[in-house]
């Protein structure tokens, strides 16, 4: 069994590896991208809401971060 902290790590690289694929994009770009917006760690703690969702309602929010620098 996994403690809190590797679960929330585990579901941010497949929540990364996931929306890279979703945008057609190599995950070292998304990932560039996050960092560049300053939203990576702000995805990392968004573990509670977005593994409850279904993936397509994080990559929204996401992308709306990426647009606006806030949640939607």
């Not at 890279?20 to 770009?29: C, Q």
Request: glycine fraction near 6%.
């Amino acid at each position: 069994m996994l403690n809190p902290i590797e679960e929330e790590m585990w579901f941010f690289i497949y929540l990364l590896e996931h929306y890279a694929a979703y945008k057609n994009l190599p995950t070292g770009d998304v990932l560039k991208q996050w960092d560049e917006r300053g939203i990576t760690q702000e995805i990392y703690d968004g573990y509670w809401g977005y593994h409850t969702e279904r993936i397509e309602n994080a990559y929204e929010d996401i992308d709306n971060l990426i647009a606006t620098g806030k949640h939607c």
